[in-house]
């Protein structure tokens, strides 16, 4: 299986592709303005990728998956068709660039990448940026077609709890055993009974950069998950998660996402949660 990571050096290699597009997929958990960051410096030609404005707007969670028609809206007026090879980064080397890329594929998009290292990676090899106002692309004709085999809702993880599939939660370790609280108001803490924890940074080198190999195998071993069996991905709301999923899809395995993630199972009161 073909790798979900391009090197800064390849994809430079790509530029002069006709198919080819880049996109910037950064958001901040911190509420950074990464529209601000793209302005100000970007990799050339590249869009911006607003996780938030392209979501379902009817639902109360943050950033769930938009139906398919309006994601074709959306990436059509970024100038993307489904059939263009696409690649990701996002500014801070790997976090939101992997949400971008996960929901891509979700709508059919067979040719997705995510630039390995990021916007840091492709600096650090002194290659051109561009910054201030990006030109308005030419719009495009994006047909989507929602995979929605990929995506996990209530009743998914509910019957993964008590059936062959694992949960693997990418939330730090103290927001998992519910001794930090989480981030947004009103959500219990903890976790699903009998997920695992993986942190998301448990699957990065020291540099930020996605683990590769063994070391990659390894992380998931650590933490009790059997790659070899079903998987879904959950976090705190469908961001990290994505990281974990593009960490499998490194090592060659399939997962679903969890979407609406701890945002929605801790803030209902029908759903099972454990702590510690």
Same mark, same amino acid.
């Not at 002194?126 to 077609?145: C, D, I, L, N, Y």
């Not at 995506?151 to 949960?167: H, K, S």
């Not at 990659?216 to 079903?230: N, T």
């Given at each position: 299986?073909?790798?979900?990571?391009?090197?800064?050096?390849?994809?430079?290699? +790509?530029?002069?592709?006709?198919? /080819? @597009?880049?996109?910037?997929?950064?958001?901040?958990? &911190?509420?950074?303005?990464?529209?601000?960051?793209?302005? %100000?410096? +970007?990799?050339?030609?590249?869009?911006?990728?607003? /996780?938030?404005?392209?979501?379902?707007?009817?639902?109360?969670?943050? *950033?769930?998956?938009?139906?398919?028609?309006?994601?074709?809206?959306?990436?059509?007026?970024?100038?993307?068709?489904?059939?263009?090879? $696409? !690649?990701?980064?996002?500014?801070?080397?790997?976090?939101?660039?992997?949400?971008?890329?996960?929901?891509?594929?979700?709508?059919?998009?067979?040719?997705?990448? !995510?630039?390995?290292?990021?916007?840091? %990676?492709?600096?650090?090899?002194? @290659?051109?940026?561009?910054? =201030?106002?990006?030109?308005?692309?030419?719009?495009?004709?994006?047909?989507?077609?929602?995979?929605?085999?990929?995506?996990?809702?209530?009743?998914?993880?509910?019957?993964?709890?008590?059936?062959?599939?694992?949960?693997?939660?990418? #939330?730090?370790? %103290?927001?998992?055993?519910?001794?930090?609280?989480?981030?947004?108001?009103?959500? #219990?803490? =903890? *976790?699903?009974? =009998?997920?695992?924890?993986?942190?998301?940074?448990?699957?990065?080198? &020291?540099?930020?950069?996605?683990? #590769?190999?063994?070391?990659?195998?390894?992380?998931?071993? *650590?933490?009790?998950? &059997?790659?070899? #069996?079903? $998987?879904?991905?959950?976090?705190?709301?469908?961001?990290?998660?994505?990281?974990?999923?593009?960490?499998?899809?490194?090592? =060659?395995?399939?997962? +679903?996402?969890?979407?609406?993630?701890?945002?929605?199972?801790?803030?209902?009161?029908?759903?099972?949660?454990?702590?510690?």
């Amino acid at each position: 299986m073909a790798s979900p990571l391009i090197s800064a050096t390849a994809l430079a290699a +790509r530029f002069n592709d006709p198919t /080819l @597009r880049v996109v910037d997929g950064s958001w901040h958990l &911190d509420g950074r303005d990464a529209r601000a960051d793209f302005e %100000a410096v +970007r990799i050339p030609g590249s869009v911006f990728f607003d /996780l938030d404005a392209v979501s379902d707007h009817t639902s109360d969670l943050p *950033h769930m998956l938009p139906t398919a028609a309006a994601f074709a809206e959306a990436a059509g007026s970024l100038g993307i068709a489904e059939t263009d090879t $696409i !690649v990701v980064y996002d500014t801070v080397g790997l976090f939101s660039a992997a949400r971008v890329w996960w929901t891509f594929q979700v709508m059919g998009t067979a040719n997705v990448f !995510v630039l390995d290292g990021g916007l840091p %990676a492709w600096q650090a090899e002194s @290659r051109p940026v561009e910054t =201030g106002t990006p030109p308005k692309p030419a719009p495009a004709t994006f047909r989507a077609t929602l995979a929605s085999d990929a995506v996990a809702d209530v009743p998914t993880v509910m019957a993964a709890l008590t059936g062959d599939t694992q949960v693997v939660d990418a #939330r730090p370790a %103290a927001r998992f055993a519910g001794q930090t609280p989480e981030p947004r108001a009103g959500l #219990r803490p =903890g *976790h699903m009974p =009998g997920a695992l924890n993986l942190p998301m940074k448990s699957v990065l080198d &020291d540099a930020g950069r996605l683990k #590769r190999g063994e070391a990659l195998a390894e992380a998931f071993q *650590h933490a009790g998950v &059997d790659l070899g #069996r079903p $998987i879904v991905t959950t976090c705190g709301s469908g961001v990290t998660a994505a990281v974990l999923s593009l960490a499998l899809a490194e090592l =060659g395995s399939d997962s +679903r996402l969890y979407d609406g993630s701890w945002a929605e199972w801790g803030a209902r009161s029908d759903t099972p949660i454990q702590t510690g």
